[in-house]
């Protein structure tokens, strides 16, 4: 299993940016997909989830700003970051677990001005 993250970049304060993750491999119809952030110094944290059927949870700190999503393929998730802030500047990463394991992504950094 391989997970490919993509879509980080530069943005000012108050601004979007969308990430994506798309997975391929020997995935399970029964997963959970989930982003993660580590900021500058600091540890990893896991901001949002997604299960294959659809059940969402997020991290207070993004709660009502981000949300995630899947593709029509199902093996393709995305975070749509609104409202951003310097404090979500972060590696961002996904991951996935199914029965066979956990399997992550490289990471893509989100730099956000003030």
């Known amino acids: 299993v391989q997970l490919q993250a993509c879509g980080g970049g530069l943005v000012q304060a108050g601004g979007s940016l969308q990430l994506s993750c798309a997975a391929s491999g020997n995935i399970n119809s029964m997963n959970v997909m989930e982003w993660y952030r580590q900021p500058p110094g600091k540890g990893r944290e896991l901001i949002a989830d997604?299960?294959?059927?659809?059940?969402?949870k997020y991290a207070n700190s993004v709660e009502g700003r981000f949300t995630v999503s899947r593709g029509e393929h199902r093996n393709t998730m995305y975070l749509q970051m609104n409202s951003l802030k310097p404090d979500d500047t972060a590696v961002y990463y996904c991951?996935?677990?199914?029965?066979?394991?956990?399997?992550w992504g490289q990471g893509t950094l989100v730099t956000v001005s003030s």
């Open positions: 991951k996935l677990r199914q029965v066979s394991g956990q399997y």
């Open positions: 997604l299960t294959s059927g659809g059940n969402s």
